[in-house]
């Protein structure tokens, strides 16, 4: 049964595994301070016009959220964020274990907008009885698929800096986002509004990794420290470096997002001629349909696809392409539903 | 200017002072390991008719909550309560700094209810991606003054055992609760519904204290240790365990709640002669009217209350009598509205 | 049986009762924001020459340790102290459960000297594999009834700054230090040697309470938010504002000290000259001294005193005084080792 | 230059390359739930002939280690381990991060001993002022390169069971011990004697992964929520499952170790036969050698070593061999040494 449950059923793209393998008995240093890492390192920055930006490979998104979270507040400052974002309702409190509140902010597409993060400072005013908000979480692509503008990226880089906020982007399926149909934001424009951001590596086609990219030179200090008490200091750090240095050398990481947005397009056009609901529009690899129940189970008991929840009727179901999602089974997908809906 | 803004505003009862006088140069134990601790436990577990209780005593609310959680919780356990409850919204993330999230439920009446109850189990079910509530806290009474009825506190009771959920009730207003007109909850019955609760000092005459009682015999081992480790360890014990004593040894505290009650009781009645309108009907100790913003103003001049929110031309204050207020000054009070609302 | 177990055993010098007494019903704002704690604020300011410095008032020294590492550390800065410190040996771990690690120095005195901060700060070099030290930690006087001079305070003072070392001061027996014959650091020059330090009361004839002193500028953001955090922001304030007035205003916190180490030094003078031995030269309240088990049995079966520990045959007591030390006990204790030692 | 620097410098046995190669497109579930890890638990099960445990994959040691105190451990609760264990020297205070203590005991081969847990519980009995310690962290191999006998486990876990602690082994280089000439000890030995402990992959030929297994049927309790809140949840688990599928369906595990032991052999027996002190005796892949400043700069200038400190003119080195090590790599080592020695 082929799945579309996620973008992290399958293992690599190739041209990783043959890195690996062609340096595979070279000794090198430990823990990133190794010439893959350095090159990977030099390559990101190149690609976000920014010399000066610290750069560290970890293993996992849920791990790089609590890091920046640790290395970034003080104890009595929250995290705020959209209400479906993924460090709060699918990260098991990571940030609240971390010792740090996450306020939420409900949005129908899943975004932080300013007037969002006014409202809470608004209603965060009563010091010192309340938590004082200090870092706006965002993710780019969202959990609901939808992608910011540059526009939106750069009001929310503009109320941060009036209210002393950090601002973070969580680059999970940053890769769907810059490979939208439509998206206008580069990784330039994201590393200039954002005070740190990760590119995520494990979503589109790496093993496993994610770049935390550090901007503000206030966050940059004794990093590394906070990266190895929490676990996330690879004792072969050269295995992160490789796959970001191959996905970033010739625009790998680029193409391999594409494609998965590509097939993404077609589920989505397909499936919207035979007049499914989306529950939002999204330019990106997730698409959220709405199905009777009926429909859902037939849909169900031959792809692998992730029920999200159930409501007066309708069963909101994730379809998920990723950089292995062969054109063919797109091709079997749309088949089947189109028997469905008959 | 006579201030309603809270019920801590003044010292303690007098007779407080007098046991401290009394007993000030006596030797004894510290850390609660006196005679007066033990005299005040016994009058405890006598009133709630359980020998077995374990009962210790803190100095404040914030610190007894978050010692309640520390020593309830495994990491990823969450605790859920109202969306107004002072553990979420007032104590500056003391639960997330002690590494765990707090999962809210909105009410219009400050209360959890079972059905609220099961729908965070629901929302939550998809483990290990997110915590697992565990713990229940409801305040007796509420962040906006209403009471649960005894029926409320056996249906919370019955839905926490069937899903092995902790009950925890914080009483840093139980007095004012138990002497509700209509309350029909003894503390007899508290006890027999929570796994743990305290019964507030600070906020019914005490000059400082919470009595942290625990019935589920799990909840007991080791505790102490947590109250040391959080800095809650008083030296001097006894000044705790004196002020209980003298709460419970001839029903003070229930006649200094009830005092405060009868106030807050003569100014509800009066406002709503004179078609003052209330966010809810609150039968304890706090009072929260809806004024115009020039009503307000004008109230805000003469008395101490305190502004909770402002919103299409309401503005919300809560008016708090204390076990110390005096008549006289809600005369005033009375007056002072008559000639606003004229 | 007359209990000299620590300067904790009683209530509070009967001034402290006597201004709560006459204040009791007045009505002040809540959480340190009154007349009273302003007032003991200006006193301490004026005792230490420094108008700028912020000071809180706190309920417990473990607390204030506790709110100490929270409000001054990163996630992976460490405290070092000497090996008998009560932050390290007596706070059930209350620095790590905050998250950060206690790095030990071995001395004789029970003291903290610049060559050990030097080999802590030599040993943990290999960043980012191992914690880096941030603070220093100091007990004056110390835990085993030493005293910092002033010479050695100033030492400590130099090194901490040439190395970015934050400098805190435990002052759990402040006033014993102060008021130790022989002593030569004041007040005035504790706050000039270090960043932050606390003035206790609890230890010093208050009913409770200690004074945090904050003397560098980055350290005074924001305190107050972790202070309620952590459960240490006392509803009515002003009763710790009080009892530091009452201390401050005519030199009562000294002569109560001084009254606590005149009782000390007749012990140790009495005792020295029947023979006992010290396990230290201490000018204040806590005298360690060194008896066989005979001898140690003899006297604890006539008057509290703490075994601390023994060893080949000895057995080390703590005998302590108390600004409530009545002459006469000592005179018993005197009498009954004069017996002990025939 | 040939580094001998640890264990890790290479990539993996190329029998995991290929196996990951061999099954890079197939799709599976996410998070462990895949037939490789499946596989994987039955092999590691079977050879610790415990078809009870729990086995879970994780991507390195700190990671590993602060998983297992953050699930063992209630905040009160310490670990104690030998003074120069990892977890105490090495991991950025990773455990008190996590909330706890760890408490030391000197050897001079790195071991903990029945005795020097009974000091430690002899010397915490104070309670509720000092930490309760509860777990006992072993490192086999050793960070010294010794081996626990089976007969040094059977103690531990006599005293262990005795007192009510929970006995962990962080077998980062437990394939070394199992391979050591001399070594008693099986896997399944490892398993009686042990709560729970960790065969390690990353030090021992595989590219990441650590396989925690859980014996004691109250710690496997809700783990996987932990894993997951502190970042250890790998998205591709079957990356991991993988790794230790192809290590432990052949034996290859013990291959390896038995290379890097062997290579450490002929160091150990060539570098004696020069006259060349070792720190202790240590039959496994990590040799400490003393040489003089000169000797020391001449071997660093020709190879990787670590220097572990200095002291009285005398440099301990770490020379330490891998799964990888060449054998003329050796041989040109011994033949450096020869020179420098002469």
């Given at each position: 049964m082929t799945l579309f449950i996620n973008d992290y059923s399958e293992g690599c793209h190739e041209s990783i595994l043959e890195a690996l393998t062609k340096t595979n008995r070279e000794q090198t240093a430990g823990y990133g301070f190794d010439p893959y890492c350095e090159e990977a390192r030099e390559l990101i920055r190149r690609e976000i016009g920014c010399p000066e930006a610290d750069v560290w490979f970890l293993s996992g998104g849920t791990q790089t959220n609590l890091i920046a979270a640790a290395a970034a507040l003080r104890p009595h400052e929250a995290v705020?964020?959209?209400?479906?974002?993924?460090?709060?309702?699918h990260e098991t409190g990571a940030i609240e274990a971390t010792g740090h509140k996450v306020l939420v902010i409900?949005?129908?597409?899943?975004?932080?907008?300013?007037?969002?993060?006014?409202?809470?400072?608004?209603?965060?005013a009563a010091a010192p009885h309340m938590v004082k908000p200090r870092m706006v979480y965002i993710s780019q692509s969202t959990e609901v698929g939808t992608v910011y503008t540059k526009?939106?990226?750069?009001?929310?880089?503009?109320?941060?800096?009036?209210h002393d906020l950090l601002l973070y982007l969580d680059g999970a399926r940053l890769g769907a986002a810059l490979a939208a149909p439509g998206n206008d934001a580069t990784l330039q424009d994201v590393a200039e509004c954002c005070d740190f951001f990760y590119i995520g590596g494990t979503k589109n086609?790496?093993?496993?990794?994610?770049?935390?990219?550090i901007l503000n030179p206030e966050l940059k200090r004794d990093f590394l420290y906070i990266v190895k008490q929490r676990g996330g200091l690879f004792a072969k750090g050269r295995l992160l470096g490789l796959q970001f240095s191959t996905l970033f050398r010739e625009g790998l990481y680029y193409r391999l997002a594409r494609h998965a947005?590509?097939?993404a397009m077609r589920i989505r056009e397909g499936f919207a001629a035979l007049g499914v609901r989306f529950l939002v529009d999204s330019p990106t690899n997730q698409q959220f349909i709405l199905l009777n129940e009926q429909q859902a189970a037939a849909l169900q008991a031959r792809f692998g696809v992730d029920?999200?929840?159930?409501?007066?009727?309708?069963?909101?179901l994730r379809v998920c392409t990723s950089w292995?999602?062969?054109?063919?089974?797109?091709?079997?997908?749309l088949a089947a539903m189109r028997q469905i809906m008959a």
């Open positions: 705020m964020g959209a209400e479906t974002c993924h460090l709060f309702v409900p949005d129908p597409e899943g975004k932080v907008r300013p007037e969002g993060v006014l409202q809470v400072l608004r209603e965060h526009a939106e990226l750069q009001a929310l880089h503009r109320v941060c800096r009036e086609g790496a093993m496993m990794g994610e770049a935390m990219v947005n590509v097939q029920e999200q929840w159930r409501k007066d009727g309708d069963v909101c292995a999602t062969e054109p063919a089974a797109v091709d079997e997908l």
